[in-house]
């Protein structure tokens, strides 16, 4: 499991926003700290790895949870700069 500094809830939220708070919340960390993104847009699979190569920014990992009636992703970001 990795640990996040800070967590950001977009449940409900799809493309384009969970990107969009994303790079708004990241703005607020320091070098090194990890971003927790959690979301049920199955987009962020693809999105989040896409967003952090072009920003720069580290993508650390995804993890995949099934709840009661939906899936819920945690993307894990680490700010570079």
Same mark, same amino acid.
């Given at each position: 499991?990795?640990?996040?500094? &800070?967590?950001? $809830?977009?449940? %409900?939220?799809?493309?384009? +926003? *969970?990107?969009?708070?994303?790079?708004?919340?990241?703005?607020?960390?320091?070098?090194?700290?990890?971003?927790? &993104?959690?979301? $049920?847009?199955? %987009?962020?699979?693809?999105? +989040? *790895?896409?967003?952090?190569?072009?920003?720069?920014?580290?993508?650390?990992?995804?993890?995949?949870?099934?709840?009661?009636?939906?899936?819920?992703?945690?993307?894990?970001?680490?700010?570079?700069?």
């Amino acid at each position: 499991m990795i640990q996040a500094d &800070v967590k950001l $809830d977009t449940l %409900g939220y799809f493309c384009p +926003m *969970p990107i969009i708070l994303t790079s708004k919340k990241i703005k607020e960390l320091t070098m090194g700290q990890v971003l927790e &993104v959690v979301s $049920d847009d199955e %987009g962020i699979k693809k999105d +989040m *790895p896409a967003w952090c190569e072009t920003t720069g920014h580290q993508m650390v990992g995804l993890e995949e949870e099934q709840s009661s009636s939906k899936r819920i992703y945690k993307a894990f970001v680490k700010k570079a700069k």
